[in-house]
T-cell receptor
Framework: GAVVSQHPSRVICKSGTSVKIECRSL??????MFWYRQFPKQSLMLMAT?????????EQGVEKDKFLINHASLTLSTLTVTSAHPEDSSFYIC????????????????FGSGTQLSVL | QKEVEQNSGPLSVPEGAIASLNCTYS??????FFWYRQYSGKSPELIMS????GDKEDGRFTAQLNKASQYVSLLIRDSQPSDSATYLC????????????FGQGTRLTINP
């Protein structure tokens, strides 16, 4: 299957600092990437949809000024958690789908390995 | 009502038995259904996808879809300890929509 690389896998930072997480599609071009957040023992919650060359679409309740998303190329999307606070501590996961024009029924998402963010 | 509902478990099954995981969804227009396996601290891994009513088998896994009843299930035959994980049901609401909605996951433990 397709490979999605996410970096870093774990980050510990002080409150008030900013953290950047990278998501790369290694063997395919991804016009669309998705960013999820998962708190312990809870399911994945979609934060935003990242589209190459355009602004991200944020889900209701997600602060776009706090969670900055940049999808500058067909293989790279970044999520920056600005002025992180302890309540932002979570497991952040990106996913990508292959380029293919019309969204096909049998398209599948490929997930990155996730980033565990701990804000002290 | 949650869009995608699963029993959070834990579900304990003896090794070698059949594990049965269930999921219901609220949007009758949903088109695509997925089961992901997630080990603790890791990202989800796609196990099965199913798009039409009936059964779909892949090795020890069988996905079952009943759109009239709005449920999808996953059967794991000959359960192994390595199958112990959280299983996430995901639903794509309508064709053309980009978003997957996940259930809260069922924690499965296979007892040797």
């Amino acid at each position: 299957g397709a490979v999605v690389s996410q970096h870093p896998s774990r980050v510990i930072c002080k409150s008030g600092t900013s953290v950047k997480i990278e998501c790369r599609s290694l063997d395919f071009q991804a016009t669309t990437m998705f960013w999820y957040r998962q708190f312990p023992k809870q399911s994945l919650m979609l934060m935003a949809t990242s589209n190459e060359g355009s602004k991200a679409t944020y889900e209701q309740g997600v602060e776009k000024d706090k969670f900055l998303i940049n999808h500058a190329s067909l293989t790279l999307s970044t999520l920056t958690v600005t002025s992180a606070h302890p309540e932002d501590s979570s497991f952040y996961i990106c996913s990508a789908r292959t380029m293919g024009g019309r969204f096909a029924t049998n398209e599948k998402l490929f997930f990155g390995s996730g980033t565990q963010l701990s804000v002290l | 009502q949650k869009e995608v509902e699963q029993n959070s478990g834990p579900l304990s099954v003896p090794e070698g038995a059949i594990a049965s995981l269930n999921c219901t969804y609220s949007d009758r227009g949903s088109q695509s259904f997925f089961w992901y396996r997630q080990y603790s601290g890791k990202s989800p891994e796609l196990i099965m996808s199913i798009y039409s009513n009936g059964d779909k088998e892949d090795g020890r896994f069988t996905a079952q879809l009943n759109k009239a009843s709005q449920y999808v299930s996953l059967l794991i035959r000959d359960s192994q300890p390595s199958d112990s994980a959280t299983y996430l049901c995901a639903v794509k609401k309508i064709q053309g929509a980009q978003k997957l909605v996940f259930g809260q996951g069922t924690r499965l433990t296979i007892n040797p």
